[in-house]
């Protein structure tokens, strides 16, 4: 084997491979990538056949230069980073740069300087790492293509559709060519749980008893053979009376056996899902986790290892090796009994990379407990589960003895129609180490539940009791971190190495917020998503953007040029964009009439579009005119219109997207706040606009417009009281503190907060008076210099009541005050 100069992306992944490699190689890394398209211009000569600039990254020019004095002398320069498009562009541009610094133009089976070698391994063992190094290849031109493919594309939306965004609504936000696809599905979810109309239906349980016990319930079919809905109480009640008098009877019970499959081992959506429902932690965790557990951990005395392979895969193919070791370990841990006569196999997504494995521990002779000692909290748990999952895969089915139960109830001339179902675990196989999670409850889980006596066809039952009960049907469920990965996925939207920034970038810009961790809209996420769908009609399709996906992945398998897709792109994309340059609405100039009536002047109210989403303002506000009315107030539409359902699981437990622990609500020196209870272990912190929503708070005082209740509710700037009766009525309260402005002796002074969460105090005039106070107004003359109003203090000292007036040492203690908030942990 020749020496040489080796380039990983990570130092953790450089330290663990150089331990491999001996003596004669040295191993560098080159921090991810290095090059890419410019930040101040589009990068991309579209004229020119899509000919792409790219640029030194900066802050890597000195990454770059100790790369090329290594380099120096070198025989062989082995370029290891991850084996995937991302990783085979960065080994593309450390070549260029490692070569003569300049990008040539490839032709087709060109791979560069013959120096420069390219490894792969999708697990950092010494046995893959040593196997890697002994079948060196060249770079995939392919790969590298489809990279760029990608870049330009994200490239051209984002450069070319952000702008417009940025004239029309507001500076700051982007647009994205899938991001923009993900939150149309939350939009479009949300608008099908808004226009989503309840239906009313019952059902009937009867409780009955055999000659031996259990009691067991069974549920209402039918008459006779047909199956029949009860769409109401007098329908409900009708059949109850036809029951209460029935002579009941055994029609028929089946029972057979029924298998239970294991499931694959983890693809990277799987694993994001599975993360998500049984760890609670977020998808942007789960995978910096896994990144961790795959680049090497210290394990003792083995020093770095690789715990786990290469977590961005979607295939579940495992090498022989493993299968080998792990049907060994079942063997011998779990018996005969557990262990399928030949391996278990699972079906391949027709695109999936063939190259790759699944996601799996590096040995399964490596059980977790063994290494517990070793690793954090979150990396043992995030292991344990990949470990779980790949043994699970990999043993015999567990198995259910099912009983079916049909029944009649005959009263009269009617026979009625009953149903149960029970399971009972026969044999519990894959479920001794692992169980895949789910969503909801199923139909297995109902089965389990209902233990049944021996029954037989004919036997008599007796009656106990009868359970009519009314339900709604109900709208789809909002999506949530694992919901929307399974959709994404699904769809063919995006790949699954990409959601995790997907789902970040979407609430960063606050298009959507999380509520009790299911995702809503936000109203500028709303506006740009129906913007953007409106005048991009075949780029920010669904099927479209699938299909885009198929095409990377054909440029990859080298069954389409790059720049020909990149042509049929941009001749839709081109075609959107001069429409929507022409025809998109400008929501900064929107002035929406209303039916609310300005508090102070009494002329209409309209809505407007600020920096911060939509607001009232007094229509007869002029500009040019200093003396017309300024009046504005927030527009509650900002709250999400959250039903009792959703106030009911927001207010459920909430747990930590870092470490899985549960959230407390806190209060610091800018209001409430939720934090995690594992500080200062975990300092993860949230405002309170980000995420789950704070119940309303019901007063006994009376909205004095229309005498409903008042409640307390959480806006962006935090707290505020108003009607109960929104959005019929938008009553807002005012929090006067009892105290006169000083400085235009009109207003009153009222607590506001400003847009950072502090609290200060302003006059009720404003604009016409700025009068602006730090430090709560107190309605009590300054005994000293006469000043009209003392404030509240808070210093080293203690809190103290004090003047004002810089001029007047006016101070004394203040005994009754509350204690000073605590500061936010951050």
């Given at each position: 084997?020749?020496?040489?100069?080796?380039i990983?992306e990570?130092?953790?992944?450089?330290?663990?491979?150089e331990?491999?490699?001996?003596?004669?190689?040295?191993?560098?890394a080159?921090?991810?990538?290095?090059?890419?398209?410019?930040?101040?211009?589009?990068?991309?000569?579209?004229?020119?056949?899509?000919?792409?600039?790219?640029?030194?990254?900066?802050?890597?020019?000195?990454?770059?230069?100790?790369?090329?004095?290594?380099?120096?002398?070198?025989?062989?320069?082995?370029?290891?980073?991850?084996?995937?498009?991302?990783?085979?562009?960065?080994?593309?541009?450390?070549?260029?740069?490692?070569?003569?610094?300049?990008?040539?133009?490839?032709?087709?089976?060109?791979?560069?300087?013959?120096?420069?070698?390219?490894?792969?391994?999708?697990?950092?063992?010494?046995?893959?790492v040593?196997?890697?190094?002994?079948?060196?290849?060249?770079?995939?031109?392919?790969?590298?293509?489809?990279?760029?493919?990608?870049?330009?594309?994200?490239?051209?939306?984002g450069?070319?559709?952000?702008?417009?965004?940025?004239?029309?609504?507001?500076?700051?936000?982007?647009?994205?060519?899938?991001?923009?696809?993900?939150?149309?599905?939350?939009?479009?979810?949300?608008?099908?749980?808004?226009?989503?109309e309840?239906?009313?239906?019952?059902?009937?349980?009867?409780h009955?008893?055999?000659?031996?016990?259990?009691?067991?319930?069974?549920r209402?079919?039918g008459?006779?053979?047909?199956?029949?809905?009860?769409?109401?109480?007098?329908?409900?009640?009708?059949?109850?009376?036809?029951l209460?008098?029935?002579?009941?009877?055994v029609?028929?019970?089946?029972?057979?056996?029924?298998?239970?499959?294991?499931?694959?081992?983890?693809?990277?959506s799987?694993?994001?899902?599975?993360?998500?429902?049984?760890?609670?932690?977020?998808?942007?965790?789960?995978?910096?986790?896994?990144?961790?557990?795959y680049e090497?951990?210290?394990?003792?005395?083995?020093?770095?290892?690789?715990?786990?392979?290469?977590?961005?895969?979607?295939?579940?193919?495992?090498?022989?090796?493993?299968?080998?070791?792990?049907?060994?370990?079942i063997?011998?841990?779990?018996?005969?009994?557990?262990?399928?006569?030949?391996?278990?196999?699972?079906k391949?997504?027709?695109?999936?990379?063939?190259a790759?494995?699944?996601?799996?521990?590096?040995?399964?002779m490596?059980?977790?407990?063994?290494?517990?000692?070793?690793?954090?909290?979150?990396?043992?748990?995030?292991?344990?589960?990949?470990?779980?999952?790949?043994?699970a895969?990999?043993?015999?089915?567990?198995?259910?003895?099912q009983?079916?139960?049909?029944?009649?109830?005959?009263?009269?001339a009617?026979?009625?129609?009953?149903?149960?179902t029970?399971?009972?675990l026969?044999?519990?196989?894959?479920?001794?180490?692992?169980?895949?999670?789910?969503?909801?409850?199923?139909?297995?889980?109902?089965?389990?539940?209902?233990?049944?006596?021996?029954?037989?066809?004919?036997?008599?039952?007796?009656?106990?009791?009868?359970?009519?009960?009314?339900?709604?049907?109900?709208?789809?469920?909002?999506?949530?971190?694992?919901?929307?990965?399974?959709?994404?996925?699904?769809?063919?939207?995006?790949?699954?190495?990409?959601?995790?920034?997907?789902?970040?970038t979407?609430?960063?810009?606050?298009?959507?917020?999380?509520?009790?961790?299911?995702?809503?809209?936000?109203?500028?996420?709303?506006?740009?998503?129906?913007?953007?769908?409106?005048?991009?009609?075949?780029?920010?399709?669904?099927?479209?953007?699938?299909?885009l996906e198929?095409?990377?992945?054909?440029?990859?398998?080298?069954?389409?040029g790059?720049?020909?897709?990149?042509?049929?792109?941009?001749k839709k994309?081109?075609k959107?964009?001069?429409?929507?340059?022409?025809h998109?609405?400008?929501?900064?100039?929107?002035?929406?009439?209303?039916?609310?009536?300005?508090?102070?002047?009494?002329?209409?109210?309209?809505?407007?579009?600020?920096?911060?989403?939509?607001?009232?303002?007094?229509?007869?506000?002029?500009?040019?005119?200093?003396n017309?009315?300024t009046?504005?107030?927030?527009?509650?539409?900002?709250?999400?219109?959250?039903?009792?359902?959703?106030?009911?699981?927001?207010?459920?437990?909430?747990y930590c997207?870092?470490?899985?622990?549960?959230?407390?609500?806190?209060r610091?020196r800018?209001?409430?706040?939720?934090?995690?209870?594992?500080?200062?272990?975990?300092?993860?912190?949230?405002?309170?606009d980000?995420?789950?929503?704070?119940?309303?708070?019901t007063?006994?005082?009376?909205?004095p417009?229309c005498?409903?209740?008042?409640?307390?509710?959480?806006?962006?700037?935090?707290?505020?009281?108003?009607?109960?009766?929104?959005?019929?009525?938008?009553?807002?309260?005012?929090?006067?503190?009892?105290?006169?402005?000083?400085?235009?002796?009109?207003?009153?002074?009222?607590?506001?907060?400003?847009?950072?969460?502090?609290?200060?105090?302003?006059?009720?005039?404003?604009?016409?008076?700025?009068?602006?106070?730090?430090?709560?107004?107190?309605?009590?003359?300054?005994?000293?210099?006469?000043?009209?109003?003392?404030?509240?203090?808070?210093?080293?000292?203690?809190?103290?009541?004090?003047?004002?007036?810089?001029?007047?040492?006016y101070?004394?203690?203040?005994?009754?005050?509350?204690?000073?908030?605590?500061?936010?942990?951050?």
């Open positions: 084997m020749a020496k040489g100069l080796v990983v990570s130092p953790t992944k450089a330290k663990t491979i331990k491999y490699l001996g003596k004669g190689y040295t191993v560098e080159s921090l991810g990538h290095v090059k890419d398209l410019p930040k101040s211009t589009l990068g991309v000569d579209i004229d020119n056949d899509f000919e792409t600039e790219y640029v030194v990254i900066p802050g890597k020019e000195k990454v770059i230069a100790r790369l090329k004095k290594l380099a120096v002398g070198m025989d062989t320069i082995y370029l290891a980073p991850d084996p995937d498009r991302e990783g085979e562009a960065i080994a593309a541009h450390l070549a260029e740069e490692l070569g003569d610094g300049k990008k040539k133009k490839k032709k087709k089976g060109e791979n560069g300087h013959e120096r420069f070698r390219r490894v792969t391994f999708n697990e950092i063992t010494q046995r893959a040593r196997e890697a190094f002994e079948h060196p290849r060249d770079i995939d031109q392919h790969l590298v293509d489809a990279q760029q493919a990608r870049r330009v594309l994200d490239r051209l939306v450069y070319q559709v952000s702008p417009l965004l940025w004239d029309k609504v507001r500076r700051g936000l982007s647009a994205g060519r899938v991001q923009t696809v993900a939150l149309r599905l939350i939009v479009e979810r949300e608008r099908e749980i808004k226009a989503f309840k239906k009313e239906y019952w059902t009937i349980d009867a009955l008893a055999a000659a031996k016990p259990p009691a067991f319930d069974a209402f079919l008459k006779g053979e047909e199956k029949i809905e009860i769409p109401n109480e007098e329908e409900a009640q009708k059949i109850r009376a036809g209460e008098t029935a002579e009941w009877i029609r028929s019970a089946e029972k057979k056996e029924r298998r239970r499959n294991a499931t694959p081992p983890f693809t990277t799987k694993l994001q899902q599975d993360a998500s429902r049984k760890l609670r932690f977020s998808v942007k965790r789960a995978m910096m986790i896994a990144q961790r557990l090497g951990v210290d394990i003792g005395d083995e020093g770095s290892v690789g715990l786990i392979t290469y977590m961005r895969t979607d295939s579940t193919r495992v090498a022989p090796e493993a299968l080998t070791e792990v049907r060994e370990y063997g011998s841990n779990y018996g005969p009994d557990y262990l399928p006569q030949t391996p278990n196999t699972y391949e997504k027709k695109d999936s990379q063939g790759h494995e699944a996601i799996r521990p590096t040995s399964a490596r059980h977790p407990d063994q290494i517990k000692q070793y690793l954090k909290e979150d990396e043992f748990k995030v292991y344990k589960l990949i470990w779980q999952r790949f043994v895969s990999q043993i015999t089915p567990a198995v259910f003895d009983t079916t139960v049909d029944i009649d109830a005959k009263s009269g009617d026979t009625f129609w009953l149903r149960v029970g399971s009972i026969k044999f519990d196989g894959f479920l001794k180490v692992y169980e895949e999670s789910k969503e909801g409850k199923d139909e297995e889980d109902e089965e389990l539940k209902h233990k049944l006596p021996a029954l037989e066809a004919g036997q008599k039952l007796t009656l106990k009791s009868l359970n009519p009960e009314q339900h709604f049907t109900e709208p789809p469920p909002r999506y949530n971190e694992a919901s929307l990965v399974k959709e994404l996925e699904e769809r063919g939207i995006g790949r699954p190495s990409t959601y995790s920034a997907i789902l970040s979407i609430q960063e810009r606050q298009y959507v917020q999380k509520l009790g961790g299911k995702f809503i809209p936000t109203e500028i996420g709303l506006v740009v998503t129906d913007l953007l769908v409106e005048n991009f009609r075949d780029i920010f399709d669904v099927q479209y953007t699938a299909r198929e095409e990377l992945d054909e440029i990859e398998e080298g069954k389409e790059w720049t020909d897709a990149l042509a049929g792109f941009y994309f081109e959107d964009l001069r429409y929507a340059h022409k998109m609405e400008n929501i900064k100039r929107m002035e929406k009439p209303t039916d609310e009536k300005c508090e102070r002047c009494g002329s209409p109210l309209v809505i407007k579009w600020g920096k911060h989403g939509s607001f009232y303002a007094c229509s007869s506000y002029d500009k040019e005119d200093p017309s009315c009046f504005t107030k927030e527009n509650p539409i900002n709250l999400p219109d959250l039903d009792t359902a959703d106030v009911q699981e927001t207010t459920q437990e909430e997207e870092n470490c899985g622990r549960v959230m407390v609500l806190k610091g800018f209001g409430q706040f939720m934090a995690c209870t594992g500080y200062p272990d975990c300092k993860t912190t949230r405002r309170l980000q995420g789950k929503r704070v119940p309303d708070i007063l006994e005082e009376l909205c417009k005498q409903r209740n008042m409640v307390i509710r959480h806006g962006r700037y935090g707290e505020f009281t108003s009607c109960s009766g929104y959005p019929e009525c938008k009553y807002v309260k005012q929090n006067f503190v009892g105290v006169k402005c000083p400085l235009c002796k009109d207003g009153e002074l009222v607590e506001k907060r400003a847009r950072k969460g502090n609290t200060f105090y302003g006059c009720s005039n404003y604009p016409k008076c700025k009068f602006t106070s730090a430090h709560k107004p107190i309605a009590e003359k300054c005994p000293s210099c006469g000043s009209e109003f003392l404030v509240e203090k808070y210093l080293k000292s203690g809190p103290v009541i004090a003047c004002p007036n810089k001029e007047c040492e101070e004394r203690p203040n005994e009754n005050a509350a204690p000073e908030p605590a500061t936010a942990q951050s």
